[in-house]
């Protein structure tokens, strides 16, 4: 069974930081594109950050310059390095794999991490 297990969340102060990792199982890592998305209470799930088998990455422009995503294939292992918090960055962050384009039903995602930023 896929698994994705988040790890690295917390409480911080405003201006902190903090490094979010996503360890994938059982998926061959190496093909899918990898993402971290959020979700505040009261709001629609959001795309953070998202990177692709091939390294291309793009970001949310509420955290574009503080925020980088990137991948380590042969740890199976996707990171999130937030600088510069905010209480806004507030919410639980979501690990999502995805290859759907090449294999039908691969989308996952792990079952969340609380950030919290106190102001």
């Known amino acids: 069974q896929v698994q994705l297990v988040e790890s690295g969340g917390g409480l911080v102060q405003s201006g902190g930081s903090l490094r979010l990792s996503c360890v994938a199982s059982k998926i061959f890592f190496t093909i899918y594109n990898m993402g971290w998305y959020r979700q505040a209470p009261g709001k629609q799930r959001e795309l953070v950050a998202h990177?692709?088998?091939?390294?291309?990455?793009n970001y949310a422009r509420s955290v574009k310059g503080r925020f980088t995503i990137s991948r380590d294939n042969p740890k199976n292992t996707v990171y999130l390095q937030m600088n510069s918090l905010k209480p806004e960055d507030t919410a639980v962050y979501y690990c999502?794999?995805?290859?759907?384009?090449?294999?039908?039903?691969?989308?996952?995602w792990g079952q969340g991490i609380q950030v919290t930023v106190s102001s």
């Open positions: 990177i692709t088998r091939g390294g291309s990455t």
């Open positions: 999502n794999a995805d290859t759907s384009e090449l294999v039908t039903n691969s989308n996952y």
